[in-house]
């Protein structure tokens, strides 16, 4: 993508961040002139972090307490100790631009606020390799999977659910089924929800990483998601949008700390027809909305609250970037 995501702020501004240096410099320079040189020093730090927290370390299993003691010199070092709102706030100065370089923690669950530094590295992630979007979406990834599993002769095993896993000497070595069918393995891969693997599908007498895990995990944020289409095009909306809220830390309280559904809402905006407009019919748009709420340990009852929510999503897309939406909208 050219422009990977666009940042609309609550009085109507908006900030355009992606492409080369020159042109994120460029965009910077519009809101901040005073915070070029504190991203170049920001970038830096960034990338310090990736070559530590992704390339050395991102492959390597940390199933041993002492295999994550041998790296704290290093991450100390790197300052793992700040939280990623604290390291951006180092190098940038206006409220806007922090907002924006902070925000990646949460495209994984994470509050800007409370998640280390070493979150960071998401930003040179995204600097040395791109944002890209496969044509297709998600699905042509599945597909291409499948064919390619499928002509290394891979069995894949669908439509059940994993109940156990069985474990011998701290290993994994067998996965049952709801099925009554056992799966012998070597190895196991997993991505599934890691709180439910910890406490749910692990014996007792797991690994110690496991037991440490299993006592101090605690869930991330929830999401609400709506998906929508529209019999208008909306050819000025980007691939992806993200519409900030009035407020950003205290909203951020409210979803991770209070469980409390704020009149105030961000907004993560998808249209993938800006890139692939087979994703909608000729002349039509195609849209999700993902938006930042407690998740589900708080008391909300979404039964009761979805539709008046749904209705604020779309009030704030018509408010913003999406006008006529709220009468328009087909899901």
Known sequence: LNTWYRFVYDDGTHFDYGGDNERIERSIAMISPDDVKGYRKLLAASKEIYQLGFEQLAHRPFHQIIDMIKVIPQM????SYRSVWQLVCRHLKHDKLRQAFSIQPLLVGGNPFDTTSIYSLIHYLERAHGVHFAMGGTQALVDALTK???????????????????????????????????????????????????????????????????????????????FFGSPKLYPSVQHHTIILGKAYKPLLDDIFHHGNLSEDISIYLHRPT?????????????????????NLKSEINWH????????RVLQRLDETILPGIKENAES
């Open 148 to 226: 390619l599993m499928q002509e290394e002769g891979i069995e894949v095993v669908l439509n059940h659910e994993v109940v156990k896993f069985e474990t011998q000497q701290k290993r994994i070595t067998a996965v049952q089924l709801d099925n009554g069918h056992t799966l012998a393995c070597d190895y196991c891969i997993s991505n599934m929800d890691p709180l439910y693997l910890y406490r749910k599908l692990l014996p007792d007498h797991a690994s110690r990483i496991a037991k440490i895990r299993r006592k101090v995990a605690k869930p991330s944020m929830g999401l609400f998601v709506l």
């Open 274 to 294: 800006a890139t692939d407009p087979s994703f909608a019919k000729k002349g039509c748009d195609s849209f999700y909305a993902l938006v930042p709420v407690p």
């Open 76 to 79: 100390l070092r790197l300052g």
């Open 304 to 311: 009761e609250v979805r539709e008046m929510f749904q209705a």
